[in-house]
């Protein structure tokens, strides 16, 4: 008895299987059959017909961005969601400047990087491989050096015999050697005094030493600071200082897809800072601990476009024979640069902003 029950429950569950599946293939079916389909579903999995596999995530990167003005295209682009609009997953670690964001990157704690020329020539010289996928900005008066005039510093030529502070190794220090140069001071007649990452103002306020050779926002924090005892000194068309994005590859986890993403929502931002957004503008002052006003008129004198030209490859170069000349590496050959660079994500980008031929 229980045998012919169990039977008759096994032919009345077939029978209604084939009921509810039957809408699944043949869609023509009145509507009143149609309700098949929802049970349709719900058996699939029991009844051997499993749903496809919902297809796997990408593993979220890790964007390494530098706390200062040049920069505000990737500060812009997390501060209003540019990344998330993509479609991407990323984290952010923010760092003092490019040199210590490409040190993350190198160790393997960031796969996104934003970087000037100086630190990536550096790392072309005594690390592993990277790709550069975009300049992201491009600006002649980001880098300055800030004196004290209670130092006896007026000018550039006064810097003979004194201290000038340095993150070594930076853009900043590339430029107060071609400082040096341009107004015929010889660097061996100047003491460079190489600065902590966390200590940067604090030397030149305590009046450790005579002169800071620094980014913004460091340079007006201390021009406030020291009041009528700072002086700002010129530096006139010494070169144009570049900010990249710099990616570990394919071989490092980002994909060529995401390498899109990231500059596309790169893109949207440099648009909201060349029009001056308002809400842009506020969240990175309060983020740089400057006021909206000083921050526009930083942004007003940086080129906040996509490319990749041969502004950088000339400045790796001449900045990498620099590093050679000061000993700041143990030795090697300048490589070809254009080794370094994957035209492919800008291209598909922005292909007007690609300028280089490899």
């Known amino acids: 008895m229980p045998g012919v029950v169990l039977r ?3 032919r009345a569950l077939r029978r209604l299987l084939h009921f509810a599946v039957a809408p699944c293939s043949r869609p023509w079916l009145p509507d009143r059959r149609r309700w098949g389909l929802g049970l349709c579903l719900a058996l699939a999995g029991p009844f051997g017909m499993a749903a496809p596999p919902a297809p796997a995530s990408a593993p979220a990167l890790t964007l390494a961005i530098a706390d200062l003005p040049a920069f505000s295209s990737a500060l812009v682009a997390e501060a209003e969601g540019l990344f998330s609009a993509e479609g991407l997953e990323l984290r952010f670690v923010h760092c003092v400047n490019g040199k210590q964001c490409l040190q993350f990157l190198r160790e393997g704690r960031a796969q996104l990087a934003t970087a000037a020329d100086a630190p990536i020539a550096l790392a072309s010289l005594t690390g592993p491989p990277f790709e550069v996928l975009a300049t992201l900005c491009r600006a002649t008066r980001e880098r300055y050096v800030v004196a004290r ?4 510093i007026q000018v550039p030529h006064d810097l003979e015999g004194k201290r000038v502070g340095v993150l070594i190794g930076t853009s900043a220090h590339y ?30 306020l305590r009046g450790e030493i005579d002169a800071l ?6 340079v007006t924090h201390a021009q406030t ?15 144009i200082s570049t900010v990249n994005l710099v990616s570990v590859g394919e ?14 929502a790169l893109q949207a931002a440099n648009q909201r800072i060349n029009r001056m957004d308002g809400h842009a503008l506020a969240m990175v002052a309060a983020r740089l601990q400057l006021t909206p006003a000083q921050l526009r008129g930083m942004w007003a004198h940086q080129d906040f476009e996509l490319s990749l030209s041969q502004i950088l490859i000339t400045n790796l170069e001449a ?5 050679l000349r000061r000993q700041l590496v143990p030795g090697g050959q300048i490589p070809d640069y254009l080794d370094y660079i994957n035209l492919g994500p800008l291209q598909a980008v922005a292909p007007q902003a690609v300028s280089l031929l490899k």
Not at 149 to 152: E, I, N, V
Not at 213 to 218: D, G, I, Q, Y
Request: hydrophobic share 50%; no cysteine; glycine share 10%.
């Open 8 to 10: 008759r429950i096994a």
């Open 149 to 152: 005039r209670d130092h006896g």
């Open 175 to 204: 430029l107060i050697d071609t400082l040096l140069l341009f107004y015929g001071v010889a660097p061996s007649h100047v003491q460079l005094v190489p600065l902590r990452a966390d200590d940067v103002m604090g030397p030149l």
């Open 213 to 218: 050779s620094a980014f913004n926002p460091l």
């Open 225 to 239: 600071a020291l009041g009528a005892h700072a002086v700002l000194l010129p530096t006139p068309g010494i070169g």
């Open 251 to 264: 071989r490092g986890g980002v994909t060529p897809a995401q390498a899109v993403q990231v500059l596309r």
């Open 319 to 323: 900045q990498a024979r620099w590093a």
